[in-house]
C-alpha cells in the first residue's frame, strides 16, 4: 500500500484543518490506518487511528477535537482537526497495517506517507 497525504497548512490558534490520506491497492478498506505527529526535536508520537471497522482510537490530548475517519469507496482517511492549539504544530503522517487491529506504535505500521506539515500560531 502507497499512502499519501495532505492538507497541512498555516492556522491560527482555534482554527481547524482536514488532513487527507489517500492510498493505493484494492485492500485498503481491511487495513488499519493511524495518524502520526513529530515536532521538531521531538520522538514521532501516536495520534489516532482507525480500524477497518470503523472503531477509532485516540491519543488523550486531542480527544474532543480531533476526528478520524475513513471512506473505503475513496481509498481515503481523513484526519478533521478543530479547536487547534500550538502544540498540535508538527509534521504529521499516515501510516497504514495490514492486520486491522490498532496500532499505537510507529513499529507496528509498514506504510508510511510522506508527511504533511501543520503549524499553529498562537
Known amino acids: 500500500v502507497q499512502l499519501q497525504a495532505s492538507g497541512g497548512g498555516l492556522v491560527q490558534a482555534g482554527g481547524s484543518l482536514r488532513l487527507s490520506c489517500v492510498a493505493s491497492?484494492?485492500?485498503?478498506?481491511?487495513?488499519?490506518v493511524g495518524w502520526f505527529r513529530q515536532a521538531p526535536g521531538k520522538e514521532r508520537e501516536f495520534v489516532a487511528a482507525?480500524?477497518?471497522?470503523?472503531?477509532?482510537i485516540y491519543v488523550d490530548s486531542v480527544k474532543g477535537r480531533f476526528t478520524i475517519s475513513r471512506d473505503n469507496a475513496k481509498n481515503t482517511v481523513y484526519l478533521q482537526m478543530n479547536s487547534l492549539k500550538p502544540e498540535d504544530t508538527a509534521v504529521y503522517y499516515c501510516?497504514?497495517?495490514?492486520?486491522?487491529?490498532?496500532?499505537?506504535?510507529?513499529?507496528?505500521?509498514?506504510?508510511w506517507g510522506q508527511g504533511t506539515q501543520v503549524t499553529v500560531s498562537s
Open positions: 501510516a497504514s497495517r495490514s492486520p486491522s487491529s490498532y496500532g499505537l506504535g510507529p513499529h507496528e505500521y509498514a506504510s
Open positions: 491497492g484494492r485492500t485498503f478498506s481491511t487495513y488499519a
Open positions: 482507525i480500524r477497518s471497522s470503523g472503531s477509532t
